[in-house]
């Protein structure tokens, strides 16, 4: 019984060891500006231009921890979650009612490091950044495994859709370390959720409606 469970172990790890090999390392954060599908944190450091009003300019703004920004003349405006084209429309939005025609730039100047959240029954729940693992295995074996109690074979993946909600869906992490059926491991993204629920929890209903009280709510 031990030679098996030893056996299965090690090809857990060495298929665990080959995925991590093959990731990509991406370019560390600074003062490169990021993909259009980059979306807004806390800390970020944006700078806003006008066109025709260069006097309303902002050349540092930095997010603040509650997710808003201060620019002349509108109420503060939440940007955490945004793309900069998504904020750029929000701006000339809000400005309509005071400029004419306000035609805005929007670029991020610093940003911080792509990251991924992960919850529930996994040893150590947190923050992971994604340079160090950029698939849902990689980051579950970065989060120390799976609790005694957890569903290996429901977890739940949560992405902004860009439209003030999240696309939810599942994953069987059984089924892609053993290789079994169709489904692959899936490849995270900048400000995905997982969410490791309990082994009595058996219906995705159930899973999502515990999940979506733990993600922070957009404005």
Known sequence: MRLIFSVCFLCLFCFAASAVAQI???AQAGNVAPENNYRIHQGDKLS???VYQPE?????LVVRPDGFISL???DDIHVEGLTVSELKKQLEKAYEEILLNPLISVSVLEFVAPR???GGQIAKPG???LRDGQTLVQVIFLAGGFTSDANR???VHARPDGKGDWQIQTANVMQII???GEQKDLLLEDGDYIFIPESKISQFNKAVESFRGLLPRFF
């Open 24 to 26: 990509k390392v991406p």
């Open 48 to 50: 806003v231009k006008f």
């Open 56 to 60: 309303l300019n902002e050349a540092s």
């Open 72 to 74: 002349q003349m509108i």
């Open 116 to 118: 991924v959240y992960i």
């Open 127 to 129: 923050r992971y950044d």
């Open 153 to 155: 074979k429901m977890i």
């Open 178 to 180: 053993n290789q079994k």
